[in-house]
């Protein structure tokens, strides 16, 4: 059974930093392509990052773009969100997710995506 687990949430002030890990198992994960979901209470679910299953190529929703960095580490099946100069509009649950790299899974949409941790939360306070 495939299992993602993120790790790395908490509470900072705006302009702090954060960094998101998540870890995969029982999934062929170095031929995945892996992104960053996250979900305000009251909005739809939306992807942040994205990563190639090769770690050469990554995607980035405009408004995080310029201050996250995602990155992969396939000797340790884990993936990263590196968020920097975090504001509150960030405040989410955040979830990693994996993807068979199907066609335009770039794109970051939620139904391009099979696997799903349980997420881990991110509060910016102003």
């Known amino acids: 059974q495939v299992q993602l687990v993120e790790s790395g949430g908490g509470s900072v002030q705006a302009g702090g930093s954060l960094r998101l890990s998540c870890a995969a198992s029982a999934f062929t994960y170095s031929s995945n392509c892996m992104g960053w979901f996250r979900q305000a209470p009251g909005k739809e679910r939306e992807g942040v990052a994205g990563?190639?299953?090769?770690?050469?190529?990554?995607y980035y929703a405009n408004s995080v773009k310029g201050r996250f960095t995602i990155s992969r580490d396939n000797a340790k099946n884990t993936v990263y969100l590196q968020m920097n100069s975090l504001k509150p509009e960030d405040t989410a649950m955040y979830y990693c997710a994996g993807t068979r790299c199907i066609s335009r899974w770039y794109s970051l949409q939620v139904p391009f995506f099979s696997y799903w941790g349980q997420g881990t939360q991110v509060t910016v306070s102003s």
């Open positions: 990563i190639s299953a090769s770690g050469d190529s990554t």
